[in-house]
């Protein structure tokens, strides 16, 4: 009988919410070793840390020496970077150049989101990063990019960062018509197709994948069905006036983004401009299940929606 094949992965922010998902489902599968690249080694869990195929390399985003020694033997890097504009394009810049000058054949940048390469620079300011870095690999020889788009996690969008829920009237708000598709994938089913990903040696270019495709009609169907409770919906205005709003927040706080950036992304994910689907890669992986609105919600007591994205940090 032939030896299975091995893989050594590589993943720049184990620490992250995403890293720790992602290190989690590539441990099951037992072909795989993993380099894990982080600032501080003893923020990796027990759990991960105390496995003899994670090999942790502790080092500043931006250390070049210690970043190719990190790459160095891997099969494939992945990036789980969350950050500003800086770590995202010149941190994720650091690892492509180690990448290529050690002939690591596949780098998985940071992006699972919607499909920002419809979009003109500047248009969502913060996908930005991610078309510089498109860009970047496509200027390499020996290293070839991968791009994971899933639409939006579901784990925030029940959370205060988007409002959606008010979960002490069981309300959930929208703009537009209520007929928009709302294209999501949960942090949980966005890493198990990374992990998929990142063992299959043919998967190069843009990989979509996705959880569900719904309006917000549906998901209240979705959530009454889950919770026996009926929610009210609340229209908040046309799309038109979503972007009106997100402007002239954006006018009067030019220097706090968190004052507009939610609304920027909820304009951008609904008006149709970024859409990932229908046509998916979930085929490609049928032992992986996608995990639909309803069953996001069906793991969750209605309690515990709320707080589903802040509870990653914990696990």
């Known amino acids: 009988m032939a030896a299975a094949i091995t893989t050594t992965v590589g993943l720049a ?31 990796v869990i027990d759990s991960l840390s105390s496995s003899p195929r994670v090999h942790l390399f502790q080092g500043d985003a931006y250390d070049r020496e210690k970043i190719q020694a990190f790459v160095k033997g891997c099969d494939v890097v992945i990036c789980a970077y969350l950050g500003d504009d800086k770590l995202m394009i010149d941190g994720q810049k650091a690892i492509i150049d180690a990448c290529e000058a050690e002939e690591v054949p596949r780098y998985i940048a940071s992006d699972w989101a919607l499909d920002y390469d419809k979009l003109e620079l500047g248009v969502l300011f913060p996908k930005d990063a991610m078309k510089h870095v498109r860009a970047y690999l496509g200027t390499k020889k020996k290293v070839a990019g991968v791009h994971i788009l899933v639409g939006a996690f579901m784990d925030p969008m029940f959370s205060p960062i988007f409002e959606v829920l008010d979960p002490v009237t069981n309300t959930l708000r929208y703009w537009g018509e209520g007929t928009e598709i709302w294209e999501a994938t949960s942090y949980d089913k966005a890493a198990e197709y990374t992990a998929a990903v990142a063992v299959d040696r043919t998967a190069v270019g843009v990989q979509k994948f996705l959880g569900d495709r719904k309006n917000i009609k549906e998901i209240a169907g979705s959530f009454e069905k889950v919770y026996g409770i009926k929610p009210k919906l609340e229209r908040l205005g046309s799309l038109n006036d979503l972007k009106n709003q997100m402007q002239e927040l954006r006018a009067q706080h030019p220097t706090d983004p968190f004052k507009y950036l939610f609304f920027y992304m909820m304009y951008y994910w609904i008006n149709g401009s970024t859409l990932v689907g229908p046509d998916v890669d979930n085929a490609k992986y049928p032992s992986i299940k996608p995990e639909t609105w309803e069953d996001f919600m069906g793991k969750r007591s209605l309690g515990e929606l709320p707080a589903s994205y802040f509870a990653l940090a914990s696990n």
Do not use: E, N, Q
């Open 13 to 43: 922010g184990i620490t992250g919410r995403f890293g720790r998902l992602l290190t989690s489902h590539l441990l099951k599968d037992p072909t795989v070793t993993l380099h894990g690249y982080c600032r501080d080694s003893s923020r």
